[in-house]
């Protein structure tokens, strides 16, 4: 082994388990408790020392992350010792045991944290958390989780959406019993609770709530087989809504743009196994943007081959512009006519009809005119469809 691999927790090792844990009785003199905790106190400083000296020695990163995590496991398998132990103890009758194995952890943990801080290029995140740490950050999620979902339904977040954002909470709380669980997941599910707790502050109601969420899961690469399916649920539902393939490209275009310029927080993934949530969207996106290309040119090819109208045919009308946009919003709203996109509505509309005055009608023209009808407009179509209900009477 390179000499720079030297172990340097053997003597602080030896205090813990040579010296700490053999001593018996039920109580332990003041002076005695006092040396232990002086000599963990200097080795512990030795140790730091050792670390920031020794370490520009190595010339191999493979052999400076290996001495780093060497003495990280070994931390964690001495707290998860001393927890054990003092899980043991009677809580009444061994108070003395109880505070010098608490302090003791405190400087195995006061370590851990000293490198993770220092070095944290070589500090493995996916090593299981000393199960003090895990307890105590699962105390702060098991207090916080009832507030979250609770604050969420009277923000009125789609229900099923905020079981999707909890679910990474709910399930490390789950586990907290096991004691396995890792510092990658215990800073996840930490960003998840600040980034959500961040949503609820704004205090955003319903659609925008659910537009914060989704954004939020897609920043911190929420990247789990639910999620995916319920968003894609999500753009199908906003495609329904749209009649014409082109009106959907062009929402689908806008999502595509809107995801690929979200920021995602480097190194965080639900499950860092597999391809990231932003990558997995866009690409499902994009097949579905080529997918209806491919069949409006199949569409328009096939209307071209069976005869579709020229470019300038129009539909001759009496009324005029301000009576035709009134109409197309009366049949709208009551329903004879079902498009959802008015704005495809109006761009048909505006491009093949033509009134007694104007043979070109401009898409902005009309589109004021149905968004801004005046009394008279309503008086005159209200004659047209009455001259047109006597005619049917006659008939």
């Given at each position: 082994?390179?000499?720079?691999?030297?172990?340097?927790?053997?003597?602080?090792?030896?205090?813990?388990?040579?010296?700490?844990?053999?001593?018996h009785g039920?109580?332990?003199?003041?002076?005695?408790?006092?040396?232990?905790?002086?000599a963990l106190?200097?080795?512990?400083?030795?140790?730091?020392?050792?670390?920031?000296?020794?370490?520009?020695?190595?010339?191999?990163?493979?052999?400076?992350?290996?001495?780093?995590?060497?003495?990280?496991?070994?931390?964690?398998?001495?707290?998860?010792?001393?927890?054990?132990?003092?899980k043991k103890?009677?809580?009444?009758?061994?108070?003395?045991?109880?505070?010098?194995?608490?302090?003791?952890?405190?400087?195995?943990?006061?370590?851990?944290?000293?490198?993770?801080?220092?070095?944290?290029?070589?500090?493995?995140?996916?090593?299981?958390?000393?199960?003090?740490?895990?307890?105590?950050?699962?105390?702060?999620?098991?207090?916080?989780?009832?507030?979250?979902?609770?604050?969420?339904?009277?923000?009125?977040?789609?229900?099923?959406?905020?079981?999707?954002?909890?679910?990474?909470?709910?399930?490390?709380?789950?586990?907290?019993?096991?004691?396995?669980?890792?510092?990658?997941?215990?800073?996840?599910?930490?960003?998840?609770?600040?980034?959500?707790?961040?949503?609820?502050?704004?205090?955003?109601?319903?659609?925008?709530?659910?537009?914060?969420?989704?954004?939020?899961?897609?920043?911190?690469?929420?990247?789990?087989?639910?999620?995916?399916?319920?968003?894609?649920?999500?753009?199908?539902?906003?495609?329904?809504?749209?009649?014409?393939?082109?009106?959907?490209?062009?929402?689908?275009?806008?999502?595509?743009?809107?995801?690929?310029?979200?920021?995602?927080?480097?190194?965080?993934?639900?499950?860092?196994?597999?391809?990231?949530?932003?990558?997995?969207?866009?690409?499902?996106?994009?097949?579905?943007?080529?997918?209806?290309?491919?069949?409006?040119?199949?569409?328009?090819?096939?209307?071209?081959?069976?005869?579709?109208?020229?470019?300038?045919?129009?539909?001759?009308?009496?009324?005029?512009?301000?009576?035709?946009?009134?109409?197309?919003?009366?049949?709208?709203?009551?329903?004879?006519?079902?498009?959802?996109?008015?704005?495809?509505?109006?761009?048909?509309?505006?491009?093949?009809?033509?009134?007694?005055?104007?043979?070109?009608?401009?898409?902005?023209?009309?589109?004021?005119?149905?968004?801004?009808?005046?009394?008279?407009?309503?008086?005159?179509?209200?004659?047209?469809?009455?001259?047109?209900?006597?005619?049917?009477?006659?008939?």
């Amino acid at each position: 082994m390179n000499a720079a691999l030297a172990y340097e927790l053997e003597k602080l090792e030896g205090i813990i388990t040579a010296e700490l844990l053999k001593i018996h009785g039920e109580s332990i003199a003041a002076h005695q408790t006092d040396a232990v905790k002086k000599a963990l106190r200097e080795e512990a400083e030795r140790i730091k020392k050792k670390f920031v000296h020794e370490i520009f020695g190595f010339e191999d990163e493979r052999h400076l992350e290996r001495y780093i995590q060497l003495h990280q496991q070994e931390l964690i398998r001495l707290t998860d010792l001393l927890a054990s132990r003092i899980k043991k103890l009677n809580p009444e009758s061994e108070s003395d045991f109880t505070d010098l194995y608490q302090f003791a952890g405190s400087m195995l943990e006061g370590l851990l944290e000293f490198i993770e801080r220092h070095f944290t290029k070589y500090f493995d995140q996916d090593t299981k958390a000393p199960e003090s740490y895990i307890i105590l950050a699962g105390s702060d999620l098991v207090k916080g989780f009832g507030d979250l979902q609770d604050q969420l339904k009277q923000l009125e977040a789609d229900p099923y959406l905020i079981e999707l954002a909890l679910h990474p909470l709910k399930k490390f709380i789950e586990n907290i019993p096991s004691g396995q669980i890792s510092y990658r997941k215990i800073i996840y599910v930490k960003e998840v609770h600040k980034e959500l707790s961040r949503v609820i502050h704004a205090g955003k109601r319903n659609d925008e709530v659910n537009e914060d969420v989704r954004l939020i899961l897609l920043y911190l690469n929420f990247n789990t087989i639910k999620y995916f399916r319920y968003y894609t649920n999500y753009v199908n539902a906003l495609l329904r809504e749209i009649d014409s393939a082109s009106g959907r490209i062009e929402r689908l275009s806008y999502l595509l743009k809107t995801i690929n310029q979200t920021q995602v927080k480097p190194e965080v993934g639900y499950n860092r196994a597999i391809r990231t949530l932003k990558d997995q969207l866009v690409d499902w996106i994009s097949e579905e943007i080529f997918y209806l290309e491919k069949m409006y040119q199949i569409n328009e090819k096939n209307l071209s081959v069976g005869g579709a109208l020229t470019d300038d045919f129009k539909l001759r009308t009496e009324m005029s512009v301000s009576q035709l946009a009134y109409l197309l919003k009366v049949f709208i709203e009551t329903k004879i006519i079902h498009n959802k996109n008015v704005s495809e509505l109006i761009r048909f509309f505006s491009r093949f009809f033509q009134t007694k005055r104007l043979e070109n009608i401009s898409y902005e023209s009309f589109r004021v005119r149905y968004y801004n009808t005046e009394d008279s407009t309503k008086r005159s179509v209200r004659n047209i469809l009455l001259l047109m209900v006597d005619h049917i009477n006659k008939n």
